[in-house]
């Protein structure tokens, strides 16, 4: 018989979810984590841990995006902070600290807070920056799966089929999507074409195989890349073309985009910026990277804060030395005020100015995710940050950052019209606790 022991709880505007430890492989145990429909109380999904996590202490940040977990290492002093993204499923081992955690909160990943075994003190860690880095990212353990489609990719230039990776490895489904055609199997199923490593793109009815990896060794540091790629004819049934000597990233299968001419769009080694190969050569043809201009607000808001005291001095002072002793009172009682009134704008003026200074640095964060436009000609990126940033893949260039102080801009549940001139994303204001929808055009960078 088995088991399994509930460690815990938690609720977002999504799920319901439930942590669970339970046997694997006979002699071990890992944590399971199950999620329910709010709304429905229907099973959802499940995420899986390793058999080296022992969740103490945990928390769903406020966006209900990641679980986070401090995970105390059995006979060591040190404990780990590892992740689950609830919808990709990535877990995450983020940070390890040498330490026997008390309690701790994690309800924002920038500002992850513990408090620890004979510290007086509380350790805090920005967790944003790391929550994209795809070599922390660790395989849950290999249990069966149900056989299943985990993408789906329409033709447009065959628009009566669909191409589909299945969840088994290695088989790829062509499908006839036209309503009278539509039946319950697939009109081709292609299998041994690709393995557990290689990445499979598709467009119109071709196969673009990334395998053959290798560690490029005069790269600094050396790192891991693509070196081959195989193309076949899913129409001919034959392969085509086989090209080596490629030096493509790596990056998850969906953060691939197959373009017009010839060209791969991907991210880059630290993922801060898009990367475009020409894959008749094999080499980089473009790197799209945002050009962020200084903060001119930042600056004028400490112009006017010199200024303003400054301004305060001289006006104190000719106040001092101009009026007659008979009027001292009056103006000790009037410079209370003034001092008053001074101190409350400075520590409004000193608020915005960390406000801006941490939107800056928020300039540093990796991307996060990205949408393109239907006829390929606009990609938009966001950084787990208060800002967006636009590109044009028609010209390969940068065309602006859009910002917003009021809420986070994610694109999880956002879209893009046809031309890439609009976004629709939705947001929700950290201040007055409301959610909205926001229609930006991309055009002229405004709301």
């Known amino acids: 018989s088995t088991w399994a022991a509930a460690e815990g709880v938690a609720i977002t505007k999504d799920y319901f979810l439930v942590i669970f430890r339970c046997p694997f492989m006979r002699k071990q145990e890992i944590v399971l984590i199950e999620l329910y429909n709010v709304h429905t109380f229907a099973y959802a999904h499940s995420l899986k841990g390793c058999c080296s996590d022992y969740i103490h202490t945990f928390a769903v940040n406020h966006l209900g995006s990641h679980l986070v977990a401090f995970s105390p290492i059995p006979n060591t002093g040190t404990t780990e902070i590892v992740s689950w993204n609830l919808e990709s499923e990535d877990h995450k081992h983020l940070a390890k600290f040498p330490s026997v955690l008390v309690d701790g909160i994690c309800s924002d990943l920038r500002d992850c807070l513990a408090f620890c075994d004979g510290d007086n003190y509380l350790r805090s860690w920005n967790l944003a920056s790391k929550i994209n880095d795809q070599s922390l990212t660790v395989t849950a353990s290999n249990t069966k799966k149900t056989n299943g489609i985990q993408d789906i990719v329409t033709m447009k230039n065959y628009p009566r089929y669909a191409v589909c990776r299945n969840t088994s490895p290695g088989i790829i489904a062509v499908w006839n999507i036209v309503k009278s055609k539509c039946k319950h199997n697939a009109v081709r199923v292609e299998r041994g074409l690709v393995e557990n490593t290689d990445i499979v793109l598709a467009r119109d009815m071709k196969l673009y195989i990334l395998t053959g990896k290798g560690i490029a060794s005069y790269a600094d540091p050396p790192r891991s890349i693509f070196q081959t790629l195989i193309v076949y004819d899913l129409l001919k049934k034959k392969y085509i073309k086989k090209q080596s000597g490629l030096y493509i990233i790596p990056c998850p299968n969906n953060e691939y985009k197959m373009l017009e001419g010839g060209l791969l769009l991907g991210l880059s080694e630290n993922r801060d910026h898009f990367v475009t190969w020409n894959l008749e050569t094999g ?103 208060y800002h967006l940033s636009v590109f044009s893949l028609e010209t390969m260039s940068y065309v602006h950052t859009l910002e917003s102080k009021e809420s986070m801009l994610f694109l999880y549940n956002a879209t893009l019209t046809y031309t890439g001139h609009y976004l629709v994303l939705s947001n929700y204001n950290e201040k007055e606790k409301i959610s909205y929808v926001t229609l930006w055009n991309l055009i002229t960078g405004k709301v």
Not at 301 to 317: A, D, G, L, V
Request: a positive charge.
């Open 283 to 385: 080499l980089i043809k473009d790197r799209l990277r945002p050009e962020y201009k200084e903060n001119f607000v930042l600056q004028s808001i400490q112009h006017t804060t010199h200024s303003s005291s400054k301004e305060n001095m001289k006006r104190s002072k000719g106040v001092l030395y101009k009026e007659k002793p008979a009027l001292w009172h009056l103006w000790e009682k009037q410079n209370e005020i003034n001092t008053g009134k001074k101190r409350k704008k400075e520590n409004a003026l000193k608020l915005e100015v960390e406000t801006l200074q941490k939107l800056a640095k928020e300039k540093n964060n990796t991307i996060d995710q990205f949408l393109l436009s239907g006829d390929e000609k606009i990609a938009v990126c966001s950084y787990y940050a």
